[in-house]
Nanobody, 123 residues
Framework: VQLQASGGGLVQAGGSLRLSCAASGRTSGVYAMGWFRQAPGKEREFVAVISWSGGSTSYVDSVKGRFTISRDNFKNTVYLQMNSLTPEDTAVYYC?????????????????WGNGTQVTVSS
């Protein structure tokens, strides 16, 4: 599975961005997909995950109510709508996929990774 993330950029605090991640390759399996982020000098942090059906989602507490994860299985694409952004959201955001939804508990157990996309929020 290959993952290609896009949609990052520079935005002012309070603004919005939508990240996209397109999957290709062996995508016929059932995969949970999600996002992690990594700020300079910090460990990679879980942000959000969505099950293959879209029926289950989970978010880190700091983004609940502001970020929404969704997916379009016809397009093999997952999205992260980010609203009310703050400077603390500044990081490189990574798309990820794994057959096991619970593997998103820890970035070390996730199987597939995409490129990172930089999100910078200015104050």
């Amino acid at each position: 599975v290959q993952l290609q993330a896009s949609g990052g950029g520079l935005v002012q605090a309070g603004g919005s961005l939508r990240l996209s991640c397109a999957a290709s390759g062996r995508t016929s399996g059932v995969y949970a997909m999600g996002w992690f982020r990594q700020a300079p000098g910090k460990e990679r942090e879980f942000v959000a995950v969505i099950s293959w059906s879209g029926g289950s989602t989970s978010y880190v507490d700091s983004v609940k109510g502001r970020f929404t994860i969704s997916r379009d299985n016809f397009k093999n694409t997952v999205y992260l709508q980010m609203n009310s952004l703050t400077p603390e959201d500044t990081a490189v955001y990574y798309c990820a996929a794994d057959r096991d939804y619970s593997d998103f508990d820890n970035h070390r157990t996730v199987s597939y990774w995409g490129n990172g996309t930089q999100v910078t929020v200015s104050s």
